[in-house]
Structure formats: C-alpha cells, structure tokens
C-alpha cells in the first residue's frame, strides 16, 4: 500500500474511494490527523494530511514521528510526500513541478530520530540518498506519460518556518546548493529512512522564494493560493498515472 502525505494545498485526495477512516496513537503520540484509507484507481493507498484535517498544524509543530510510524504500523509499503515550496533558481517557475534529488536540513529542536532515550542505542542511518531512486522515476515516468514536465534534479533546502525566509538567507541557501525552499522536507525524509520505508516527494513551485523573481519585494500569500489550486490536480494526476502504470 501507498502512503500519501499531502502537504499546504493538498488536505485530500479528491479521487482516493475511501473505505476507512482511523484515528491512532502511537509511541511518539498522535499523528497529524485522521489516516484515510481507500483506493485510488483501484489501487490501495492511506493518506494524511501532514498539517492537520483542518491544516491547523504549522511545519515546526508537526508530529513528524508519530505520522511516519503510524504509516508503518498501518502497512505502508512507500511513501510519496507532497510539499509546496518556494524556487532558489530563476528557471523554476510558479507551478512547475519538482522531484527532489537531494536535501539540506536547517531546521532546529525538532524530534528528528526514533532511535534516543536511555533504553535505546545509539544507531546512524545511512542518507547519501535521502529520497528513493526507484520512487523518483516512477514519478517522473507517470509524470512525462500525461505530458507533464517535473524537474527531476533539485536539492531541497528545509527551512524551520513558519514565517518564511529573508531576502539574504535565500542568498545563502543558494550559495549552498539549494534550488528549493519547504519547511517540512526533514525530519520527515529520514525517519522513513530509519523504519526503511522507501520515500520520494514531489513538490510544488508556490512562489518566487524571497528577494527573487516577482517575490524581490514581497510574497503574496494570496498568489501562492491560486498556484497551489491549479498545480495540485496536476500532481494527483501524476500520483494516479504512477499508481497504473504496470496496468
Ligand atoms: N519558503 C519556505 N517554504 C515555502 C515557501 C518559501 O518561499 N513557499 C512554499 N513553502
């Protein structure tokens, strides 16, 4: 079964047939919200929304432990996150889809391992890859197979938010290496890592990220709004064509 996690823009998935809908706990406490079961094009997936039922949950406050192990305990074979994000690079545009190849952490003082506690040892996960290859391509594939262009190579800045980033911290991301800024890429990417659970994001272009393109003297949460309205239905579609794609 796929795991989706929908992130700002995307609190459901309008085609996902739903057949049950749970309310868990876990270790770390409780996930973000309801986790929604069904199917979509006939194939078996759960989804949560990573803010929240109502997206009342802001980044720096999601439970990100407990979401991803309530995913596992639940079956979750793999898991595809949505994120919006703002674009570094002048050739991302408002819309444009991306498939994350790479990360850089920024974010502080979020619960980030499942492995801490007196009880528990020490143990280092391996990251050189933070997103799955195989799940990678599937996306593109579906992605390139309704005509859609997605942007494959990317390295993604997660930022700790909510507010969002000054015109001089975008410079720096980028002198980084950074093409995209979210808030919400890590810890999630590597506690999956952690329970092995196979996980690649596909994000969306919100906005100019700050001090760039038409964000030089500002960022319209309005506009970032319509963006996501419009591109969202195009990653669903994205999502469903992958989930058919051995048909
Ligand atoms: N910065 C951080 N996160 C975001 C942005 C941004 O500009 N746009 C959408 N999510």
Not at 35 to 62: K, M, N, S, W, Y
Not at 174 to 179: F, L, V, Y
């Amino acid at each position: 079964m796929l795991a989706i996690i929908g992130g700002s823009g995307l609190s459901q998935f309008a085609s996902l047939e739903v057949t049950q809908r749970q309310l868990v706990s876990t270790p770390y406490g409780e996930p973000s919200g309801t986790l929604t079961f069904g199917r979509v094009c006939g194939r078996p997936v759960v989804f949560l929304a990573r803010h929240g039922d109502e997206h009342t949950i802001p980044p720096h406050q999601v439970n990100y432990r407990a979401n991803i192990w309530a995913l596992r305990e639940c079956g979750a074979a793999a898991i595809v996150a949505v994120a919006a994000v703002g674009s570094i690079r002048a050739d991302l545009r408002p819309g444009d889809l991306v498939i994350p190849h790479q990360i850089i952490d920024y974010t502080w003082a979020r619960r980030s391992t499942f492995h801490e506690g007196s009880d528990s040892a020490v143990r280092h996960v391996d990251f050189t890859e933070p997103y799955d290859p195989g799940w990678r391509r599937k996306l593109g594939d579906a992605a390139v197979a309704i005509g859609l262009e997605v942007s494959d190579c990317a390295v993604y800045a997660t930022t700790q938010g909510p507010r969002l980033e000054t015109a001089a911290e975008i410079n720096r991301l980028e002198r980084d290496g950074s093409d995209v800024v979210g808030m919400t890429g890590m810890p999630e990417a590597v506690l999956a890592r952690e329970l092995a659970i196979p996980y690649a994001a596909i994000n969306v272009v919100a906005n100019y990220a700050a001090g760039r393109g038409d964000s030089r003297t500002g960022i319209s949460m309005e506009a970032i709004h319509e963006v996501l309205k419009e591109a969202m239905q195009q990653v669903q579609a994205i999502i469903e064509t992958m989930l058919t794609a051995d048909d």
